[in-house]
Nanobody, 115 residues
């Protein structure tokens, strides 16, 4: 079973940057594709970015293309989300997940973009 723990969230001004990390344990991360999702108050959870198990393929939501970058380090069992040019509408709880035969979720980390 895979455990995921997100970190790196916080309060940032519009235009600022944050780097989220998702540390995994309990199983081999390279067996899973992984992704970042977010959920704003009163809204459904939405996909932000995903990356293949090898790291060679990535996909992004249109709303974050050119601003966010997903990456992974399988040797460190960690997935990252670099977020630049943040906007107030990026405010949400961000969740990491890993999907294979079973899907695993982290507990989430709050990102607030406000002046």
């Amino acid at each position: 079973q895979l455990q995921l723990v997100e970190s790196g969230g916080g309060l940032v001004q519009p235009g600022g940057s944050l780097r989220l990390s998702c540390a995994t344990s309990g199983s081999t991360l390279e067996d899973y594709a992984t992704g970042w999702f977010r959920q704003a108050p009163g809204k459904e959870r939405e996909a932000v970015a995903c990356i293949s198990s090898s790291g060679r393929s990535t996909n992004y939501a249109d709303s974050v293309k050119g601003r966010f970058t997903i990456s992974r380090d399988n040797a460190k069992n960690t997935v990252y989300l670099q977020m630049n040019s943040l906007r107030p509408e990026d405010t949400a709880v961000y969740y990491c997940n890993a999907f294979g035969s079973v899907t695993y979720w982290g507990q989430g980390t709050q990102v607030t973009v406000s002046s």
